[in-house]
């Protein structure tokens, strides 16, 4: 049964035919919300993230459930390793999904002992019994399709799938070149500064090498991992934050 409050305050925008983005899941810090995506066509439902929560994810399943046949093929794409893009992974594992990520997501995912889990709920400012109850039946599992380099994924569409490192070492971004659509995970922010708090000033440079590849593309709309959707236009303002991070880590590294 779908918890409201463990859901968050989505919207869902459709940006082009079958291209679904979904602003606002639950986020454990209660001030942001998570982002996640839906590309659909006659052929196959791809779901992209799956919010932190089981009924993030439940959401997700209603939103394209009322646009599919049934006889789709299913699959999730991951755009990291992160709890609020992945603890809602089961739900839609046992809709039939075949799950895609990086490779590097696999210390994180394989995690049979509930570690990686308890870990997050550490973090929740709740009880344990509560973070239970917001999160839900959470199972890690590892993908069956692990990526080290882009790929392109032929689904009755194409959908480019890019190693884009700099968050995190496991970082994908998922483009739609036909509705010129970035699903960029957390290597867009569109509200406030990039989170550097995972990597350090080779991450960053790395990080900024992607976001200059990005903004070459074709890109009408972007779907960022929080915040609201934005344009092209944002790369540029994250690519500016983070070169500024740079001088004044390395000055307080001194």
């Not at 932190?52 to 046949?69: C, G, K, N, P, Y």
């Not at 700099?166 to 010129?180: D, F």
């Not at 074709?218 to 991992?225: K, M, Q, S």
Request: with cysteine.
């Amino acid at each position: 049964m779908m918890n409201d409050r463990a859901v968050g305050s989505p919207k869902v925008y459709e940006l082009h035919e079958g291209v679904y983005a979904v602003i606002g899941l639950y986020h454990i810090s209660g001030s942001i919300g998570t982002n996640a995506g839906i590309i659909m066509t006659p052929d196959s439902v791809v779901f992209i993230d799956s919010g932190m929560t089981i009924s993030s994810a439940e959401f997700l399943w209603r939103v394209a459930q009322d646009h599919m046949s049934g006889n789709e093929d299913l699959y999730l794409i991951l755009t990291h390793h992160h709890s609020d893009h992945v603890f809602g992974m089961r739900v839609l594992r046992e809709k039939g999904v075949r799950v895609i990520a990086h490779s590097g997501v696999r210390e994180y995912l394989d995690d049979p002992d509930g570690k990686y889990l308890e870990f997050v709920k550490s973090l929740m400012r709740c009880g344990p019994e509560e973070a239970k109850e917001i999160l839900g039946d959470v199972r890690l599992t590892v993908p069956e399709q692990l990526i080290d380099n882009d790929t392109v994924l032929k689904v009755g569409t194409e959908i480019h799938l890019l190693a884009t490192p700099g968050h995190v070492p496991s970082e994908l971004s998922v483009y739609h070149p036909s509705s010129k659509t970035l699903f960029a995970g957390d290597t867009i922010f569109s509200e406030g500064s990039p989170t550097t708090r995972f990597g350090g000033p080779d991450d960053w440079r790395l990080w900024i090498s992607h976001l200059e590849r990005l903004r070459q593309m074709d890109i009408a709309t972007i779907c960022p991992g929080h915040g609201e959707l934005c344009t092209i236009d944002e790369i540029q303002r994250n690519i500016d934050s983070l070169n500024e991070t740079l001088p004044r880590r390395r000055l307080w590294r001194k």
